[in-house]
């Protein structure tokens, strides 16, 4: 399914949200748990991924990776909370523990540059509102990334790698409390991915028939 979207689940209690976000957008999307990931991978082949957020901690040895192979497809990569801190850490970043605790519930970002995630919908100088809910943070960007947005708590609320296509958001774009994160969302899969946003269920409902038919 060339048109279609892999968001790969870290555990987040929101992860559903975030398919229903892509749904909303007119595009196909499935989750596989981290797990299983590259599975899902080889047989999707997506025009984009989304890393979502998740509990664990990417400063422990033991926290759940992406594969790393993703970072080398040649594809669109937007990580969410969890997945920024991941793709950061994977990519020759840094990660921390926040020592003031985190950021927990509304925050305001900054926009301080243009990004193809913004397409349409954000301009530099202008504040959003949004919805964090992270204990780490990233304190040193991998080769390549750019802060693009900035909140009090993080300096790097949303970090972006034009060249490569690949977009962090230290925030959750997912839920309603981040009132433009459907958009955020929609842009990725739509405009970084360059994916045509006509599908829907009824489209899907039919295929899936036919094919049972065949």
Known sequence: ??????????????????????????????????????????????????????PASVTLATSPRAPQRFFEAGIPILGICYGQQLMSAQLGGNVVISGDGGEFGKAFVDVKANCALFDGLWAEGERHQVWMSHGDKVDALPPGFSPVATSEGAPFAIVADEARRFYGVQFHPEVVHTPDGGKLIANFARHVCGLAGDWTMAEFRDAKIAEIRE
């Open 1 to 54: 399914h060339p048109d279609s979207i892999l968001i790969v689940d870290f555990g987040s209690q929101v992860t559903q949200l975030i398919a229903r976000r892509v749904r909303e957008a007119g595009v196909y999307s499935e989750i596989a748990p981290f797990q299983s990931a590259e599975e899902a991978f080889d047989r999707l082949r997506p025009a984009g991924i989304i890393l979502s957020g998740g």
